[in-house]
């Protein structure tokens, strides 16, 4: 069973090539996001993309937080819509979690599903396979069995590991 350490260092090290950064002038104006599709686990036609962003609370060039998204077809809307997936401390800009999270123990955590605005979210379900993947994602969400956010054992990236593992199991 490989280490938290291990699979970090691993993912870094797959998404660096697959990655865009921003320029300077769009890094200081607003947060930076990080976009990507490690190939090593996501087929190249997949809806599934993973989005680094800042840390809430954190500084907005410092994209160390990960989400899992799923990208909805486009068909005659202007724009993409995704559904994000991620893992956070349930109260993560309170300085007591902080200090706990520094000092290496667990605090309560909190499964988060970022659905597309209200007027793309109230479409059908068509059977896509983006769509089938965002129902098997929030399968996955709720039958998590530990609740709780520690930086090393279970966190933002180690969910998405799992939730990428899960996910991976169904897409051909």
């Given amino acids: 069973m490989p280490t938290t350490k291990m699979v ?7 998404l660096l090539p697959t990655i865009s950064f921003p320029t300077v002038s769009n ?6 996001r990080i976009v990507a599709k490690p190939r090593f686990l996501i087929a ?3 809806p599934i993309q993973l989005e680094c962003c800042p840390l ?8 160390l937080h990960v989400q899992v998204a799923i990208v909805l077809p486009v068909e005659e809307r202007q724009e993409e819509s995704k559904y994000k ?3 956070v401390p349930q109260q993560a800009t309170e300085p007591a979690t902080l200090l706990r999270l520094l000092t290496l123990k667990a605090v309560p955590g909190e499964l988060r599903c970022f ?3 209200d007027d793309m979210a109230t479409l059908p379900l068509d059977h896509s396979p983006a769509q089938l993947l965002v129902q098997q994602a929030q399968e996955f969400q709720n039958n998590q069995a530990d609740p709780n956010l520690h930086l090393l054992r ?5 969910f ?3 939730l990428l593992r899960y996910l991976k199991q169904d897409y051909r």
């Fill in 27 to 32: 890094a200081l104006q607003q947060p930076t």
């Fill in 154 to 158: 279970n966190n933002c990236w180690t």
């Fill in 85 to 87: 997936f991620d893992f």
């Fill in 44 to 46: 190249k036609d997949s």
């Fill in 8 to 14: 970090l260092l691993f993912c870094w090290t797959l």
């Fill in 115 to 117: 659905a597309p605005r």
């Fill in 56 to 63: 809430i609370g954190g500084p907005s060039w410092l994209p």
């Fill in 160 to 162: 998405a590991w799992r």
